[in-house]
């Protein structure tokens, strides 16, 4: 751990704490701190970025304002909102979470850290997020944005993806917490790694903590072993009758598994007719590029799933990626027409 003497703590509290006053986005999560807000807001950001979140959260909010209203909603109306934000086990388990709010607490979220960190997808990070911004207790949070800020501003040479250097990690924070305002410390924190101590040309210049900054090269820190990325190729079969297209069902084993989407094409049941185009997209640690095709079936099908017209399909929850590529069927199905 670094030794932090109390001048340096208290101008890393000064001045952190000045410039989130003066720079903080007007969120509307932090116009509506409740926990319920808060919770939802942190779900949609982990590892998405913000301007990306908004509209997804005015959308959320409007349709389920409260945890009774997301846990009386079907996973499909749940899913369609969450369509083309990703990592989908996070809405899953935001939608166990409301289940588990309504039936065990009456609709409201506890305020105990340790509650918080029970209960369906809430870990460490979001559990002290929650806690500190919406009810004010002492509770750290480390995030992607966090561990960046800390690994600078004290030159940490620690490799931040080993486990016993989170450990360490968690341990700083908690030790930097002020005596007061936690919620805004936390806020401001994550808010400096977003807008200012950025991944690649951080704006040092701007920096409120650049007078005890220690680091000289911020690109060189945090420190991490690079994950390795696994290219992958598919090849995507759009089966059209008339004005319907044909999907797996949401409860077929695979990737989108709860999702309708595109099967991949099989030879051995498809034949190949016309290259749509090709959708690049990633997911986790792969990088996928579909080349799209359309096709017909052999033989009779034996996988589970259904035709769907046109209209219906507005309507159901679709991998991002593959509704581009229905997109891309619908362009050249215009452009022939013309």
Avoid at 179 to 206: F, I, K, R, T
Avoid at 230 to 240: M, Y
Avoid at 282 to 306: H, M, N, P, Y
Avoid at 315 to 333: E, F, T
Wanted: charge should be positive.
């Amino acid at each position: 751990m670094p030794k932090i003497d109390a001048k340096i703590r208290r101008a890393f509290h000064e001045r952190l704490a000045a410039w989130y006053r003066n720079n903080q986005r007007p969120l509307p999560w932090r116009e509506n701190s409740g926990a319920y807000a808060v919770a939802i807001s942190e779900f949609m950001c982990q590892q998405t970025q913000i301007a990306t979140v908004l509209p997804y959260y005015a959308r959320w909010m409007k349709s389920f304002p409260d945890w009774r209203e997301l846990a009386a909603a079907s996973e499909d109306k749940v899913l369609k909102h969450w369509e083309g934000l990703g990592y989908y086990n996070r809405v899953r388990n935001l939608h166990k979470l409301a289940k588990t709010v309504v039936r065990d607490f009456n609709g409201v979220l506890p305020s105990e850290l340790e509650t918080l960190r029970s209960l369906p997808g809430i870990g460490p990070y979001t559990a002290g997020a929650i806690a500190s911004i919406s009810f004010n207790q002492r509770a750290a949070v480390l995030d992607g944005n966090v561990e960046r800020v800390l690994s600078r501003v004290f030159n940490l040479p620690w490799n931040v993806t080993r486990p016993a250097v989170k450990k360490l990690l968690w341990q700083l924070c908690e030790s930097l917490m002020p005596d007061n305002h936690y919620g805004a410390h936390n806020q401001a924190l994550m808010e400096l790694g977003a807008l200012v101590c950025s991944p690649h040309s951080p704006q040092c210049l701007l920096c409120p903590l650049n007078a005890v900054c220690r680091v000289s090269d911020p690109e060189s820190r945090p420190v991490k072993t690079r994950t390795s990325i696994t290219r992958e190729k598919q090849e995507v079969a759009v089966l059209v009758t008339g004005k319907k297209i044909w999907l797996l069902d949401p409860s077929m084993p695979g990737r989108w598994k709860g999702f309708y989407r595109l099967p991949l094409f099989d030879e051995s049941i498809m034949e190949k007719k016309v290259h749509i185009g090709r959708v690049a997209y990633s997911i986790t640690r792969f990088r996928v590029e579909a080349d799209a095709w359309t096709a017909k079936w052999k033989k009779r099908v034996s996988l589970k799933g259904r035709w769907v017209s046109g209209k219906a399909l507005d309507q159901i929850s679709l991998p991002a990626p593959h509704r581009k590529i229905i997109g891309l069927w619908l362009k050249s199905v215009t452009g022939a027409r013309k």
